[in-house]
């Protein structure tokens, strides 16, 4: 099962990027999706979930009040706005499908990366 995500680039601090995740429709009739992301020498770090009727999100510290998870079944998408970007946010971002319709971190699918750079 192929997840794929884009919107990556480069921005500087305090500016935006929205990032799109898009998937089979299995995924996005029954799972829950998340946002990761990684920096080298660093393990992968959990960013957002939601759920699968994208009624209820989680957020880590770093990116709450600050990034927006959302999905739009319809459209087999997910996104993942960032806001006020900085520059320590900068990593390769990945999507995920859980195996729950509720997040869990029971992770079953994963996308390619797609980089964000925040230049300051």
């Known amino acids: 099962v192929q997840l794929q995500a884009s919107g990556g680039g480069l921005v500087q601090a305090g500016g935006s990027l929205r990032l799109s995740c898009t998937g089979s429709?299995?995924?996005?009739?029954?799972?829950?999706l998340a946002w990761f992301r990684q920096t080298p020498g660093k393990e992968r770090e959990f960013v957002a979930a939601?759920?699968?009727?994208?009624?209820?999100?989680s957020y880590s510290d770093a990116v709450k009040g600050r990034f927006t998870i959302s999905r739009e079944n319809a459209a087999d998408t997910m996104y993942l706005q960032m806001n006020s970007l900085k520059p320590e946010d900068t990593a390769v971002y990945y999507c995920?499908?859980?195996?729950?319709?509720?997040?869990?971190?029971?992770?079953?699918?994963w996308g390619q990366g797609t980089q964000v750079t925040v230049s300051s």
């Open positions: 939601v759920n699968w009727r994208g009624t209820a999100t």
């Open positions: 429709k299995r995924i996005y009739s029954n799972n829950a």
């Open positions: 995920a499908a859980d195996r729950r319709p509720v997040y869990s971190g029971s992770l079953r699918s």
